[in-house]
């Protein structure tokens, strides 16, 4: 049976992040009714989705027993509304040049902080596991970086089965490659000052023309986890800092996970 009085409680003392979750709700019910009229179901799964997602710090909250801060569970909610509703159905990836790299880097961040917490309960309560404060924070990086990595997995595999375009393309005027060497030798050419391209199909008919040459994803990829390397390094400086000061310090306590137990 649901204990009223102490939801209300809960939600007494924890008015912001209430706040942030009925208003981003509210705001997600509003774009579905809209993907409905307009006739877009693959939008209205996407905002499904992200009504699960907003829910979902919660669920894990009440399950595994632990204590999350309000600053992860509000960064959470605000970043599946930002890369999902914004990025992807109000196209704030192409409008906002920066909208990627800024969610990467605050996912680079925020992984490494669950990765140092999850590692930092087992260090406190079990005896038979500890890590010196530079291998927790090592353990955290790699944690952040991998699941950096699984999600450019996810992104390629969505591209190349789905027909998706989650590496986004990019325009570029040169390129190094080794594959118009005409001797096969190996030896690197290098083209300059790209100012257009043109595509053909085998009958000769044009396809497209672009302006410089296009990159199918590869710098995209690449810069993901360039920033995802700087989110997570960010985290563990601070996340080492609070190692060896725990009482002192009163920001990265902001976005440690703690077990209830």
């Known amino acids: 049976m649901v204990d009223i009085s102490k939801i209300k409680k809960e939600m007494k003392n924890n008015k912001l992040k209430y706040f942030v979750y009925f208003f981003l709700r509210f705001l997600i019910i509003i774009c579905l009714i809209r993907q409905l009229f307009i006739g877009d179901f693959e939008n209205v ?3 499904v989705l992200t009504l699960i997602l907003l829910f979902l ?3 894990i909250e009440h399950h595994l027993n632990i204590n999350m801060p309000n600053t992860v569970e509000i960064i959470i909610m605000v970043f599946a509304f930002s890369a999902e509703i914004l990025g ?4 704030f990836y192409e409008i906002i040049p920066f909208w990627d790299t800024i969610l990467h880097t605050l996912n680079g961040f925020l992984m490494a902080a669950i990765g140092f917490s999850l590692f930092d309960i087992l260090n406190t309560k079990l005896k038979s596991i500890y890590l010196s404060p ?4 090592l353990f955290s990086f790699c944690f952040s970086m991998t699941i950096g990595v699984a999600w450019e997995f996810f992104e390629y595999g969505m591209d190349k089965i ?3 375009d ?5 325009y570029i005027s040169k390129i190094n490659t080794v594959t118009l ?4 030798s190996n030896n690197v050419v290098t083209i ?3 100012d257009y391209t043109v595509m053909y199909d085998k009958d000769n008919n044009e396809l497209a023309r672009i302006d410089n040459y296009l990159d199918i994803g590869l710098n995209d990829t690449i810069k993901d986890l360039i920033v995802n390397f700087i989110g997570a390094l960010i985290f563990n400086v601070f996340g080492f800092i609070y190692l060896k000061n725990r009482d002192n310090d009163k920001f990265i306590k902001n976005f440690i996970i703690t077990s209830k137990c």
């Open 192 to 194: 300059d000052g790209i």
């Open 181 to 184: 060497d005409e001797k096969k």
């Open 162 to 164: 789905v027909n998706f």
């Open 88 to 91: 992807e159905i109000n196209n």
């Open 166 to 170: 989650m590496q986004k393309d990019e």
């Open 134 to 137: 530079i291998f927790l924070c």
């Open 45 to 47: 799964c996407l905002c």
């Open 57 to 59: 710090p919660f669920i």
